[in-house]
């Protein structure tokens, strides 16, 4: 599988969001996590590019980003593909309290509500699915199991689309904490994590290879 490029698409916030979230047909994978869990990192990492805005500073994604992808190749046979990525606000923590903390979960839950919605009829999801075909959920592989993390899988388990886990920041543990953590993880979630590294590539092939089986089954 080969990564032919990739580019930021629009910006997209509660209230405006129906108006800035691309209908056309082409499949979207959510990126959601916690505030300062590497999302936007790993995005610059997938896609070879600094494609999103990075800062050490949590809450800082406070809208929808969506960046498109094309690829050639992969699971699903040969052939040129695109999809959206969709860099959601994080959740547990946000400059100025509750007010922005409340902003920004509706800014998620638009985003799902108006993917759902707006898919037009005579697409890959005529049957009226979302167009959003799965959601990674980000975790910080340092602090496995915490509880904004559970809630935010129960909130995407109720969603109806296929969801994964991911763990971020693997190369920041030694080898007996990642073994330690990767166990919680699973048994957390109930799911095994796959383990990712922004910083030093880790699973970045893996994951791509987890993108394409949800994009072109």
Known sequence: MKLLSADFVTSAAAGGTAHGIPHDGLPQ?????RSNVGKSSLLNALCRRKIARTSAAPGKTRLVNIYRAWLEGGPGGPGRW?????????????RGGADAA????ATSEAYFATVARTTPAGTPDARGASAVVGTLLLIDSRHPGLESDVVAAGWLAQLGT???VVGTKIDKLSRAERARNLRELERTFGTAALPVSAESGEGLDELWQMIANLVRR
């Open 29 to 33: 994978i959510a990126f959601a996590g």
């Open 82 to 94: 695109s999809v959206y990525l969709v860099d959601l606000p994080g959740y547990g923590y946000a």
């Open 102 to 105: 409340a902003e920004l979960r």
């Open 162 to 164: 296929p969801w994964h």
